[in-house]
């Protein structure tokens, strides 16, 4: 009868070998990184346009309901539909500002230089 009992049991892996296996297990599986620039592109155009087209319908919506309780024909949906029309524009060029200057910022070297071709 051999004596394999009596054997030391395996030492386990240290934490910081386990947190690089972890990390490269997130970083193989995560979807984000198989999108790329494409699904993101489309994503914010979607977003984009979908500012755009619920300002305008929210503004025709109001002018058509003035319209309804006021008795004042087309006129109050023709000027809160254009009211739509620029309150969706603003909105829309408020929303690429703030993502251009997120990317701008997301892009900047740590030393406050604009990265390593500028």
């Given at each position: 009868?051999?004596?394999?009992?009596?054997?030391?049991?395996?030492?386990?892996?240290?934490?910081?070998?386990?947190?690089?296996?972890?990390?490269?297990?997130?970083?193989?599986?995560?979807?984000?990184i198989?999108?790329?620039?494409?699904?993101?592109?489309?994503?914010?155009?979607?977003?984009?346009?979908?500012?755009?087209?619920?300002?305008?319908?929210?503004?025709?919506?109001?002018?058509?309901?003035?319209?309804?309780?006021?008795?004042?024909?087309?006129?109050?949906?023709l000027?809160?539909?254009?009211?739509?029309?620029?309150?969706?524009?603003?909105?829309?060029?408020?929303?690429?500002?703030?993502?251009?200057?997120?990317?701008?910022?997301?892009?900047?070297?740590?030393?406050?230089?604009?990265?390593?071709?500028?």
């Amino acid at each position: 009868m051999t004596d394999e009992s009596k054997q030391p049991p395996e030492t386990p892996p240290s934490q910081e070998s386990f947190e690089a296996r972890l990390e490269a297990a997130r970083h193989a599986h995560d979807p984000r990184i198989g999108a790329g620039a494409r699904g993101g592109a489309m994503g914010t155009a979607f977003r984009l346009s979908a500012d755009l087209v619920s300002a305008v319908v929210a503004g025709a919506g109001l002018g058509w309901g003035l319209d309804w309780l006021l008795g004042t024909g087309p006129w109050m949906l023709l000027l809160f539909f254009f009211l739509g029309i620029a309150a969706g524009i603003m909105n829309v060029i408020r929303t690429a500002n703030a993502m251009n200057a997120a990317q701008q910022a997301q892009n900047r070297a740590p030393d406050g230089t604009d990265g390593p071709n500028g």
